[in-house]
C-alpha cells in the first residue's frame, strides 16, 4: 500500500502530525522503535508505588489552537497551571515570583508571551505557504518577530526587568530550568522565547497521561500506529523521498516522510552518506547539540518543609547569575558544575495519586550536566558522586531532605539518548542560539520544517515551530505537507 | 575667543576621529571649533609621557588602520604623510608547539595550517574566500556609504548566519585544531557572544578596502596626528587645547552650545562628539535630556571588560621565536579557545583573568624611528580584563605585568633582562565598549553615528563598527553634521 505520509517518531509532535493529516483524509503511518507511544511524555515507577514523569515534569504549553485543533480536552488530557515559584538560599533567604504580579515580571511576562504566540504564528505561516524552489536562489527572508528581543543577554534583560539581584537570578533560574546557557552572553535572551521553563503547565497523572490522550486522538482520527518497528532507512530517488526502509527488510511507499528525529539522526542514520545533498550534509555537520539536562526522582519518606503555596512548586535551589555562568563553563568543558543549578518540584503534593499515602515523590531537574564527562563515560562512582552532590545541595535549603530518602533514580543526558533516541540526549533537539532558531531552525531556505530533499519534512524540536511548543513542530509540518500536496510539489 | 564665540559646529576630542571629522565639516564650508583637553592634539595617539624619545603611545600600533577615503579627502599625502608598508602575518604562539603562521596570502596560509590539520587547511581556503565575499558584501555598511547588503542568495545565508552565530561555535564548526581556532578568534573581540562570528569578516574587509591593516604611518600615530592637525587648520578649523568640555547645551530639543570647564561657553548649531556614548550621553547632557530608556540602559550597560596595553622599552631587538615569519608580525598568544570566555568571566567577576590572552607587535620592526637609537619596541595588548577589579588596578597592576611578562618569556628569550622602561595603560570604563551584542556589526553607520539629541553626533570609535581608529566613522559623521547644518540654513 502507498501511505500519503509516512512519519517517524511517535512523541507527542509525531502524533500531532498524524491526527492533523489523517483528520484531512490522508493515508498516514506512524512508526515507532520503541514498543509504546508517547516520547518524552512518560510516567516512570521509580519506586514501588512512587511515580514521576522521567523526561521533563512539565511540558512546554501546547499552544491553544494547537490543542483545541487536536481535541485533546476530548481525550481526557488536563493541564494544571504553572504554580508561583519559590527560590531558596542556604542563609534562608528566600524570593518569590508569581507569575501574575511580581513586580516587573507581569509586563515582562506579558510582552513575551505576546511576542513567543507572534513567533509561532510565523512558523505556521511559513508552513502552510506552499513551498515553490528558485533558481535564482533563496528569496530574502523577512526577520521574525522577537528577534530583536533575542539579541541582548539574559542579565541584560533581567536587570530590566527586576531590581533586586536575588529577582533577577530566580527569573535566570526560571527560564533556564535544565538548559546550560550563559545568562551573560548577548543573545542568550532567546531562552524566555522558546518555551519549556516557567512558562508551562504540568498535566493530572503526570506526562504520560498527555502521551495517552495524544494517541487517543491519532487513532480517532484514523492514523495508523506501528510500534516497535525500528526505522532503517529512507529510500529516496533524485533527490526525491518516496518511502522507508524498516529493519526487518519491509518497505513502505509513501509520498512524504515527516521525520521528528533531531536533524543530526535524521540525516546521518536514515541516509547513505552519499545519497546526502551537500547543503545538508554541512547543515547536519555544524548543527550544535548536546544534552545538559539531568534528572533525579527521589521517593520521600514524608513531604519536605516548604511553605504551603509553593508546595508543588517548582522550587529553585540558590539560583545566581554567576553560578549559571560557571556552570555553563563547566558544561562545556565536561565536568560537573561545583553549583548546581537545580529545580525541585514535589510532584505528589500536585498529584497525589503519584505516592502513596503520607510520602512524597519529588523530582529535580539539574541543568548544565554534560552528556559525557572529559575523562569518559557515567560510571556507577561518577553516577553516585552526582546523586550525592544533589542531594547534599537540596539539604543547604530544604533542611532534613536528606534523611527522608528513600530512593532515588538519576536519569543522566546519556540515558535520554538510549530511551529516547535523542542524539546527545538533548532534549530541545539542538542549542537554543539565535543562529539556531527563528528561521535558522532547520534549513533556512526551506522555510517551515522542509528539507533539501523533496518530500522529507522536519517535524521535531529541531524544526523552526518544535521549539516554540509541545506539539508545535508535528502541527507545523502537517501543514506543510498539506500545503505542498495541494500544490503539487510532492508527486 | 570672546564670550560670544559662535560656530557652525563643536568638536569634541582631537584624536584621530576628532581631527578627521572637524577637517571634513569645515571643508564643506562652515565654522569649526575642536576642543581637546590634552596639551597637544591626539587623543589616545598622543606619545607617551614617561618614556623619553619615544613617539608611540600604548596600544596606538594595534588598531590604526586609516580609511584610504580620507587619506584622499584631506590630502594628507601631500601635507607630507608618509607610510610604511609591513608585512603583518597572524602567528599564533604556542608553549607546546610551532607557531602557526597564517600569512596573508591564502595560499601559504593554508600550506601552514594544512601542516598541522590537513582538513582544517582546505577548511581555511573554503573560510578565506567566503570571509572576503562577506566583507564585500557588507561594504555598503562597513565602508560607510549607506544601504543594505548587497548579497546573493547564497551570501544571504552565510551572512544571517554569521550574523547570528558566535565565533566560537562558527570556528567549531569549521576547523579542528586548537591552534587554528584560537588564533583566529582573537578579531571577533568576544568569540563566545552571538554574532560576533561576522567580525571574523573584518579583517577581509580591511582588505578589500584597500587598507589591510598593514599600512602604517611612518613615524606612528603621532605623526599622523600632527599631518591631520595641519590639515585641519588648512581646511579652517580653530583648534583649541586645553579646553575641557563639562557640558552639552540642549535648547529646544536641539544642541545649542557647550559649556567648557573655565565657565566660558560656546554656542553652536552642531556638536560631534568623539567620546563614547556613555561620556557623552551621562556625563556631558543635562540629566534625562537623552531620554529616561536611552540613559537606564546606558547605566545598565557599563562596561566591566575591558583591554589594557604595554608598551615595553627593550634595550636589544627582540627575537621572538617564530619560524619563517618576519618580526613585524602580529602575535598571538591564546591557548585555548575557551580561554577567552573564561577570561571574560573572570573579568566580570572582577578578577584577572587565570590564563591571559594577548596580542604583541614590534612595532620598532616596521618603523624604527619610534624609539631613541638602539632602543627597540614591544607592544602588548591584553583583551578581557575588569575595568574596577576587586583589588582596584593600583594594587594589581605589578602582578598584571609580572604575568604577562611570564606570558611572552617563554617566546621571547630573556625579554626581563632587556625592559629598560614601561607604560601600562589600564582598561578605562570612559574608553571601553559595552558587551558586542550581536547584530551590532550589522547595523548601518547612521544608527551609531545618531544621538538621541537632535545636532548631536557621534565620532568616536564608538561609531566604528569595530574598535578601530580609521575614521570611517568621523568622515561619515561629518558628512551627517553638514547636512543637518544645511538643512538648518534652509529651515
Redesign the interface.
Known sequence: MRYDAAIIGAGSNGLAAATVLARAGLAVVVLEGRPHAGGRAATLEFHPGFRASAYCDEVAAIPAAIFHALDLAGHGALFVPAPSSLALWPDRRSAVLNWAGSEGWTSFFRETRALARQVLARALEDASCPFRPSR??????AAWPGE?RA???LA?IA??AFVSPDMQAHFAAAVLQGRSA?P?????AVHPLVPGGGTSGAIMGGLGTLAGSLEKAARAAGAELSLGLEVADLRSRGGTVNGIRLADGTEIESRCVVSTLDIRRTFFSLFAWEDLPEQARRRA??W?QGGATARLLLALDSPPAIERDFACGPVHVCPSM?AF??AH?SW??STIPARLPMTLRVVSAGDPRLAPRGKAAMTATIGSIPHQPFDGAWTHEKRSHLRDLAIAQIEEVLRGTAGRVLGAELILPSDMEDALGLASGDLDGGEI???Q?F??RGF??HPGGRTPLRGLYLGGRASPAGALGTCAGGFAAAKAVMADLQAGYLP | MSAAARYDAVVIGGGISGLVAAARVAQAGHSVLLLDAGDTPGGSCRPSSSLAGVRLPPGASHCVALDPCVLRELRLVRHGLQFVYPDRPLVGLSRDSKPLIVAGDADEAVRAIASRSPADGESYRRFHREMASVARAMLPIWGGEGGAPCASGRQRLLLSRLKTASAADFLNSRFESEAVKSLLAFDAVEPWTAGSALALARRAALEVAGRQGAVFPLGGPSALVETLVLAAREAGVDVCSRARVTGIEISGGRTAGVMMDHGERISCETVLSSLSRHETLLDLLPSGSAGLAECAELLRSRPKIGEASILFLLDAEPQIDCGSAPQSARFIVADRLESYAASARHAREGRLPDELVLEAVIPTAADPSLAPEGRHLLSVRVPGLPIAPLDGWPGLAVKFVERVVSALEPHIGKLRHHIAGLELRTPDAGTARPGLRGGDLFLPFAARIAAPVEGLFFCGSDAEPVVSASGSAARVAAGFAGDYLAWKRRT
Not at chain 1, 535564482?136 to 527572508?141: F, V
Not at chain 1, 551573560?184 to 542568550?188: D, I, P, R, T, Y
Open positions: 535564482l536562489g533563496p528569496p530574502a527572508i530583536f539579541w541582548p543577554s541584560d536587570a530590566e550563559d551573560h552572553a548577548a543573545g542568550s555537520y555544524a550544535r554567576e555562568a560557571r563553563a562545556r568543558a542560539a539565535l543562529d532558531m528561521a535558522r533556512e531556505d
